[in-house]
């Protein structure tokens, strides 16, 4: 892997440790000084949750200077900095990020202390922000912590919603239960709200011609507020800015309808402004098409265009913007921020007279798109009466950005069939998709399969017509938080190992450890944090779910979105296999080997099927748990409200992971890198970033089973029936029944009816035609389980062989192969 954009070495070179700032007893009296002025305590009175809020506010202010430095040599300097455009953003708990980084954990820890509290406990006074559905999300969050470690100049924008992804529980049929999360309850020290930076963003109304120019007249207007939080980089001096936008109303409310009493009335534009950012979508890789949706993302795309050409060109009038695309380039997470193309036309033309060519060539320059999906139904697609309602000038624009489209379609010389299936505009609807890869100069995917199955089939027609616009970037997370702040055993088992910490900026050094798989000795110290692991997680799981957990059984978990195409069913049919085996006594009591499966998935709250599933996992969970013929041999967890908190206590805990999606659906995955890192094997498909993850670790680590993608394709078109699979292993035959016969449902037997009805007629993702190949490959992973040396030296060598998986390492390529710039000149 080679590197030549400039600044490249500031990797590969010493980084220099920030200044210690303060001494332990400083930064206590700071903790004192914020109780004191700004949460209004004494030390005697502050609670964990003043002290959370005072501890952070002062971490806050030692950044200051930092981001002030950072804003200005973005500004002035001459390297391009990065836009990340994101409707998600999924960071996680903040403080403990934030000292890592500022270099203040120690005396954090010190000073807490001598305030009479446990640092633990002041961070678990921190609530999580639910501001991401999933991957995308939260591939966000790592991506922002990797740009200003590396310290490259970089602006993250979304949108502060004020409820995020619901929160999740269940009701006593084992039904997922949504429950708002009204995350800014309590005060939330990390986000500064500038109303001085405001933009005002306007939808509906009409476009008139005036003077032979377009004018677009809008109906209605809201304030965007952004909301601004420091994103400090590791060991980098730098602090770059995820800028989130808050609506609020230009009209406060109707006095003339208050005074009548009509309250509703009065308050109803205020409502109708504020709704914009007040509840994030809790959809992931599934349709969604609301108006309320359009509105979310045109109103951070317009706020961010406006507010980048605001920071970069500081209180001129006429600035020169075919400079803009050497200053700032905007990649776009996804389609949600696709209506920003058509926008940065709009203001070009509109708000500072350039003509159509050189917008667009400014435009084409200035975005870049990522996909993160292989599911054609996840493709934004918006209905055109839509857009012109909301956005009639848009409409106009991508109308036209169409037509140049399809000129340049016909002057390449493709068919007109192709052309017909290429149009971005189709007369009833837009395709974002398509939008983006036409109004952008680079396309990418989220791991080498994503990206060639893009070219080959999602995105065929245009990987043909524009063949250099695509690439790849495959995915990777910050080691930051989930190696050193979700493991700190391993992350100084590691230290220890390869006699230096340099690895947390510069992952690939844990192939250092490669050798020390040989050494039993450091083989059983890795086996040992392990342990210890998994007796925290015991704890942390009877502290918040109220569970028991019998540590001496393999840990072996699913964590994810649940979707069909993940197949979640295909772990549950397996599990009640094993539970039928040991029932029937088809396996005898020494062969078994005792496992606790945990699974963790959130579904969105419109999917019937995958709420189904979840149901289905409680109850085979509440059956096999409260069966004493398997005790000490199987136990089911679906852990509620999956999220991050969750995932840094659990993924260093698990041993054994699942990646069992059907192939050629998973655009990549991040869990499974995270689980490679904290040492645990994976049991997986040839899909997404599986593929990448074996080959760097060895086939050999990795339990490989199932269709391949070409596999799966084949078998579409022969035309699939899943029944057959049914009937030709008794195995899955019998867990079907199970389910289907009431044994998870009190004897109801409609309980299930639609799950078991899919399942035997349609099964569009193959969980039956892979269930075979799943439930073979459980003994040659409990055969190995039971040689614990072995397996332990298996799961060192996934952590020594997946520094690649470092989102430091995509970051880079996003800067060779997307972005060609680099980090800041000191
Ligand atoms: C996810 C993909 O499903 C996952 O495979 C990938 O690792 C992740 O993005 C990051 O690239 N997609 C989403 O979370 C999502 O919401 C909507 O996709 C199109």
């Avoid at 069966?627 to 698990?654: F, R």
Wanted: net charge negative; charged share 25%; aromatic share 12%.
């Amino acid at each position: 892997k080679s590197g030549n954009y400039p600044g490249r070495k500031v990797r590969m070179t010493e980084i220099t440790a920030p200044k210690s700032p303060v001494t332990a007893a400083q930064f206590a009296d700071e903790i004192r000084e914020q109780l004191k002025y700004t949460q209004n305590v004494t030390p005697e009175q502050a609670t964990a949750a003043d002290v959370y809020v005072a501890a952070s506010k002062a971490v806050r202010n030692h950044l200051a200077d930092a981001w002030f430095k950072t804003q200005a040599d973005t500004v002035n300097g001459n390297t391009k900095a990065v836009g990340y455009f994101s409707a998600e953003f999924l960071m996680g708990k903040q403080l403990e990020n934030a000292l890592l980084n500022a270099g203040l954990t120690e005396q954090f820890d010190e000073a807490v202390e001598a305030l009479g509290f446990q640092p633990k406990d002041i961070v678990d006074a921190e609530y999580e922000p639910g501001l991401g559905n999933g991957g995308l999300g939260r591939l966000a969050a790592c991506f922002i912590d990797s740009l200003a470690s590396l310290g490259v100049p970089a602006f993250g924008y979304g949108i502060q919603y004020k409820y995020g992804i619901f929160k999740q529980t269940f009701d006593e049929n084992g039904k997922q239960v949504e429950t708002p999360d009204y995350w800014l309850n309590n005060e939330e020290p990390w986000g500064h709200i500038d109303y001085n930076r405001d933009q005002k963003v306007s939808f509906g109304g009409e476009v008139v011609e005036e003077n032979g120019k377009k004018v677009w007249k809008p109906a209605w207007s809201v304030r965007a507020v952004p909301v601004d939080y420091l994103v400090p980089g590791y060991k980098s001096q730098r602090v770059n800015t995820l800028r989130l936008w808050t609506a609020k109303s230009y009209d406060e409310f109707d006095l003339l309808a208050f005074n009548r009493s009509e309250y509703m009335e009065a308050v109803k534009p205020q409502v109708k402004a504020e709704n914009i950012s007040k509840i994030l979508y809790p959809e992931d890789s599934t349709k969604v098409g609301k108006e309320l949706r359009l509105e979310q993302q045109y109103f951070f795309v317009s706020a961010s265009l406006h507010d980048a050409i605001r920071v970069f060109y500081p209180g001129e009038a006429k600035p020169d913007l075919t400079t803009f695309p050497n200053k700032i380039t905007f990649q776009l997470n996804d389609t949600h921020p696709v209506i920003g193309i058509p926008e940065l036309m709009r203001i070009l033309i509109d708000e500072y007279d350039y003509d159509w060519d050189t917008a667009w060539d400014i435009t084409v320059k200035t975005f870049n798109y990522t996909c993160h999906t292989l599911l054609p139904e996840a493709l934004e697609v918006w209905p055109a009466s839509l857009i012109g309602e909301l956005l009639p000038r848009h409409l106009e624009i991508i109308e036209k950005i169409n037509e140049q489209f399809e000129d340049e379609l016909k002057g390449k010389g493709i068919a007109d069939e192709t052309i017909e299936r290429m149009r971005i505009y189709t007369g009833d609807s837009v395709r974002m998709a398509y939008l983006a890869t036409y109004g952008g100069s680079h396309v990418n995917g989220v791991a080498e399969l994503h990206s060639q199955l893009l070219k080959d089939m999602t995105l065929k027609d245009f990987s043909d017509a524009y063949p250099t616009k695509f690439t790849n970037v495959t995915n990777g997370v910050t080691p930051r938080r989930f190696v050193k702040l979700a493991n700190p055993g391993l992350s100084d088992l590691i230290t220890e190992g390869l006699g230096t910490d340099k690895w947390l900026s510069d992952l690939e050094l844990l192939q250092g450890l490669v050798p020390l798989a040989k050494d039993d000795e450091f083989v059983k110290k890795f086996a040992a944090v392990k342990a210890a692991n998994k007796h925290a997680f015991v704890g942390f799981a009877k502290d918040h779910y109220g569970i028991d957990i019998d540590e001496n059984t393999m840990f072996n978990t699913m964590v994810k979105r649940l979707h069909e195409y993940k197949r979640q069913a295909l772990k549950i049919l397996a599990v009640i296999s094993k539970y039928a085996a040991i029932k029937n006594g088809t396996v005898s009591a020494d062969e078994i080997l005792p496992r606790t499966v945990f699974f963790g998935a959130k579904a969105a709250p419109g999917y019937y099927l995958a709420k189904m599933t979840i149901q289905l996992i409680n109850n085979v969970s509440k059956v096999v748990n409260n069966d004493p013929d398997v005790k000490g041999k199987l136990a089911v967890h679906m852990l509620p409200n999956y999220n991050i908190e969750m995932a840094q206590n659990l993924i260093p805990a698990t041993e054994l992971d699942e990646q069992i999606s059907q192939a050629g659906k998973e655009a990549s995955g991040t869990g499974n890198m995270k689980f490679a890192l904290n040492g645990a094997l994976t049991v997986g498909t040839l899909d997404g970033a599986n593929v990448e993850i074996r080959e760097k670790v060895g086939a050999e680590n990795f339990f490989l089973f199932g269709m391949t993608v070409d596999e799966v394709e084949k078998l579409y078109a022969d035309g699939y029936d899943p029944a057959k699979y049914y009937e030709a292993d008794p195995r899955l035959k019998q867990a079907i029944d199970l389910v289907a016969n009431g044994t998870f449902s009190n004897g109801d037997r409609n309980a299930y009816a639609p799950l078991v009805a899919d399942w035997l007629t349609k099964d569009w993702f193959m969980t039956l035609a892979d269930f075979s190949a799943y439930a073979d490959i459980q003994a040659e992973i409990e055969k190995l389980y039971r040689d614990q040396l072995e397996w332990n030296r298996k799961a060192l060598l996934n952590v020594a062989n997946s520094g690649y998986f470092s989102s430091d390492r995509s970051i880079e390529d996003y800067l060779e192969r997307i972005w060609h710039t680099g980090p800041l000149a000191d």
